[in-house]
């Protein structure tokens, strides 16, 4: 197990982060938590323990855990097999796990103190009666100072001349975009959905691809951006009602998969027909009679 943390790093910019908006707001508390468990070393023990101890620190059982790492994966913020925490090396220090650091710190401060006060001595004071010896020729240099003035005499300047180093770039993460106005179903997206649906049909799926068209085409603000929109597409087809049943075939079976106003319509269709077919007979009856 890593060295545990008493903190971490948490930036101001967690609240504008596209991944994180993405999330209800209990996932958003599950990758604090997450953190916090990385902190302390928890999800370096890759264990075959590690779902179970992860479960109960976060007072959730361990189904429920494996769904919070899925939701958090799809967005790209954990790795869901091991629940590491993505990007976590590149937004933590190593000084802040390096016991030593804040001595040596204090060790660097107290040196150029006392480099500091020497530059007041002249060769005239180091003169005695005995032979002069010069003892201005400091033979523990600092390794900092041999390196400005190495540069100092390859630049022909200052040190502080010298053009600073150019800031390490931040990995560019993925932003959301809108669904493309020329977006067909993939036939890689349709055979999941009847994998994961075998109660839907090709039509049925087809169908369910231009109702999914529509509503994120018509829908607006910046809940119609996703970041990745095949994993949309697997939930609308997980959470969607499935095929309708037609309404002559709701006037003979039930009707608990219609909304109330379809099943009102299919009951006025039926007892039109009935009518029809009961006038249709009559006439038929007469028709016999008058023969």
């Known amino acids: 197990m890593s060295t545990p943390l008493p903190w971490f790093r948490a930036y101001t910019e967690m609240i504008d982060d596209e991944k994180l908006r993405l999330l209800a707001f209990e996932d958003r508390w599950h990758f604090i938590a997450l953190l916090c468990l990385k902190g302390q070393g928890v999800l370096d023990d890759a264990g075959p323990l590690l779902l179970r101890k992860v479960a109960v620190k976060m007072g959730i059982d361990t189904r429920t855990l494996e769904e919070v790492a899925r939701r958090l994966a799809e967005v790209g913020l954990v790795e869901r097999e091991t629940l590491q925490p993505l990007n976590w090396n590149a937004r933590q220090m190593r000084s802040d796990t390096d016991p030593t650091a804040a001595e040596r710190k204090r060790r660097q401060r107290a040196k150029a103190k006392t480099g500091a006060a020497s530059e007041g001595v002249t060769d005239e004071s180091r003169v005695t009666c005995h032979d002069v010896t010069r003892t201005d020729i400091d033979t523990d240099i600092d390794k900092k100072e041999e390196v400005v003035k190495e540069l100092e005499v390859v630049g022909g300047g200052h040190a502080a001349d010298a053009s600073p180093a150019a800031p390490e770039k931040k990995p560019k993460t993925a932003t959301a975009t809108r669904l493309p106005d020329d977006w ?36 607006a603000g910046a809940d119609a951006k996703k970041l990745d929109w095949a994993a949309t597409w697997r939930n609308w087809i997980r959470r969607c009602d499935g095929p309708k049943p037609s309404f002559r075939g709701a006037a003979h079976g039930p009707a608990t998969s219609l909304n109330k106003q379809e099943a009102l319509e299919a009951r006025n269709r039926a007892v039109g027909q009935s009518w029809v077919d009961k006038m249709r007979g009559g006439r038929s009856m007469g028709g016999a009679a008058n023969a």
Request: net charge negative; with cysteine; aromatic share 14%.
């Open 184 to 219: 067909t179903l993939l036939k890689a997206w349709g055979d999941w959905a009847l994998q994961t649906r075998p109660d839907m049909t090709p039509e049925d799926v087809r169908r369910e691809a231009d109702c999914f068209a529509d509503f994120w085409r018509a829908k």
